[in-house]
């Protein structure tokens, strides 16, 4: 029999059910920003420049109420905020709870505006015939994972917890920084700076959104840190609890793996296919057996594809390669080689691979954006941006991490537990950095947090200086705790961007750190380095705190600690 259960719920009518909700509040925000979103984007189009500066010129000329402006002061874009407040009828009266819901659904109508761009754009230059996919499609489809977290964060149903809603809003703020950067390589001419415009002026709106809820929530979060009465949370089956501890001839999957036609597939994604359906429809886990064998094969799965697990033989045997990179064309968020968006993702026992080399710039094996996920006994190896945890909360244990520039990097709230991290030989003058954590925003509950592993350089690094992490974005947040480090990190620690770039805005900390590489006598001296946290500081990056991990990872059956 199998270990794990069917849900009997539907995801169609879950959505059926989400949009009669929320139809008329939305359809409200849509009818009275209508003409607003119009102009803006007929202008973003002529000229990039003016985007931002048209949503203030074309909102309410009403006065600001008193309640509005509170609420917005402690935003970072109190403007955007008080426009959005007072485009809609009431809003002085309405609680801050009342405010913030029209924060999120502004937010919401933002975006269905902006995907309507991105989608035209992509139409009007797409040239017949198959293509590779550009920055462009990165945010239609980022722009539609964001649509569904902000829908997540005003539903009931959905939002269980404040430490939730900072999630998702935070990833959806993520993902509008990674459309961005994907639309670097789009010409002005192709629509790329009026879209880049438009993604900006939403940033702010979602940002906004983000420190309402703080000022709303007080800054604190009372969920999460205990376990459930039966030691595992409602949305994992008994069954899943038990898989990770499990070896393949002990489960039943759902789809097998094998290349020499022994299983039900002969490669990944016809599995991924398969059990799609039910993945989409929320039916409980779906599990794919990757046999031993190397599979040369993009794998990719989206956000509606959720609690998909890829169970393999083990480290070295069963093997995904890929070789995209931005040396080639590809959007650092297009070369993954395994991309996991969707909520829920396991893998275990896998080998994952960009093997395009030190010289290629951007490569990365595998992208993970998908909430409450767990890495379990995998390698993963690459050089530059090998690993890109991109955003919501993530959890690796047991695995092996090999790259050069950057390596580990992105926007989640994540936590490395008895890794063995592994920085290689760069290409020629080439600096490595273990991490580059790409916070964007003060509010937002993310960071890397490397606890208990193990940081050794390779055999043939030689003298190459090697860095614990630089600051991709302004509040970037990294802290290495109770770690071992050998002689390959450099006695500085830490690296910058570019000159004095967020030097006082982000977060390093190290504690109980142990090896020839833990030393903190020669580190950088910056505002935001702290080389000796105290345990109540380092704690609040533990797995219980950080990610909330006592209220999901049990269900999972991952083995992992707590607290320090």
Sequence with gaps: MSIYELRVSSKNREQKRRFIMWSCAISTVLILSAALFLTITKQAEASSHHSFNAVSRAATTTKTSSAVAAACAATLYPNACESALASVAGAPTKSPKKLFDISVQFAMARTHSVRSMAYNLTLKHQKPGSRRPTGMDDCLELLDISLDQLNDVVNPKTSSSPHDVKTWLSAALTNQATCKDSLDAIDASDGGDAMSAQVESLTHFISNSLALHKKLDGGKDPGGRKLLSDGFPAWLSAGDRRLLQASPKDIRADAVVAKDGSGTHKTIN???????????????????????????????????????????????????????????????????????????????????????????????????????????????????????????????????????????????????????????????????????????????????????????????????????????????????????????????????????????????????????????????????????????????????????????????????????
């Excluded at 050069?404 to 890794?419: H, K, L, R």
């Excluded at 273990?434 to 208990?452: C, F, M, Y």
């Excluded at 050794?456 to 860095?467: C, E, K």
Aim: hydrophobic content about 35%.
């Design 270 to 564: 016809e599995a991924i296919a398969f059990v799609s359906p039910a993945a989409a429809a929320g039916r409980g886990r779906s599990v794919i057996y990757v046999k031993a064998g190397t599979y040369n094969e993009y794998i990719s799965i989206p956000s509606k594809r959720k609690n998909v697990m890829l169970m393999g033989d083990g480290k070295g045997k069963s093997v995904i390669v890929g070789s995209r990179n931005a040396a080639n064309g590809y959007t650092t968020y297009g070369t993954a080689t395994v991309a996991a968006m969707g909520a829920g993702f396991i893998a275990k026992g896998l080998t994952i691979i960009n093997n395009s080399g030190p010289s290629k710039n951007q490569a990365v094996a595998l992208r993970v954006g998908a909430d409450k996920s767990v890495i379990y006994q995998c390698s993963i190896q690459g050089y530059q941006d090998t690993l890109y945890t991109h955003s919501n909360r993530q959890f690796y244990s047991e695995d092996d991490i090999y790259g050069t520039v950057d390596f580990i990097f992105g926007n989640s709230a994540v936590v490395f537990q008895n890794c063995f991290i592994q920085p290689r030989k760069p290409g020629g003058g080439q600096r490595n950095s273990v991490t580059a954590q790409g916070r964007l925003d003060p509010n937002q509950n993310t960071g890397i947090s490397i606890h208990k592993c193990r940081i050794v350089g390779a055999s043939d690094l030689g003298s190459t200086p090697t860095y614990l992490g630089r600051p991709w974005y302004k509040y970037s947040r990294t802290v290495v705790m109770e770690t071992y480090m050998d002689g390959s990190i450099y006695p500085a620690g830490w690296e910058p961007w570019s000159g004095s770039f967020a030097l006082s805005t982000l977060y390093y900390g190290e504690y109980a750190n142990t090896g020839p590489g833990s030393s903190t006598s020669g580190r950088v001296h910056w505002p935001g380095v702290h080389s000796s946290l105290s345990m109540a500081e380092a704690s609040k990056f533990t797995v219980a705190e950080f990610i909330f991990g006592n209220s999901w990872l049990p269900g999972t059956g991952v083995s992992y600690t707590a607290g320090l």
